[in-house]
Nanobody, 117 residues
């Protein structure tokens, strides 16, 4: 069974940066793509961005475009989310998942990101 583990969350002041990691383990890993999502208190989970595993192509939600960057290390089966110019509205639990077919699966447990104003 594939397992994803997010890490790197924490408390940061507005304007600061954090880098999240999503490490995959448990079986042979060769997804088409992986994605980052987030869920703020009282809100639905929203798409942040994704990366294709072989080519490294990325796309992002408009709310994070130009501030967040997704990358991956194929050898380490790890995806990253570099978050710069953080805003209080970026506060959320951040999750990673694998795009399997038409849906995202194998969700991690999430990592909390809190941005203070």
């Amino acid at each position: 069974q594939l397992q994803l583990v997010e890490s790197g969350g924490g408390l940061v002041q507005a304007g600061g940066s954090l880098r999240l990691s999503c490490a995959a383990s448990g079986r042979t890993f060769s997804p088409y793509a992986m994605g980052w999502f987030r869920q703020a208190p009282g809100k639905e989970r929203e798409f942040v961005g994704r990366i294709t595993w072989s080519r490294g192509s990325t796309d992002y939600a408009d709310s994070v475009k130009g501030r967040f960057t997704i990358s991956r290390d194929n050898a380490k089966n790890t995806m990253y989310l570099q978050m710069n110019s953080l805003k209080p509205e970026d506060t959320a639990v951040y999750y990673c998942a694998v795009l399997a077919g038409l849906s995202y699966k194998f969700w991690g447990q999430g990592t909390q990101v809190t941005v203070s104003s």
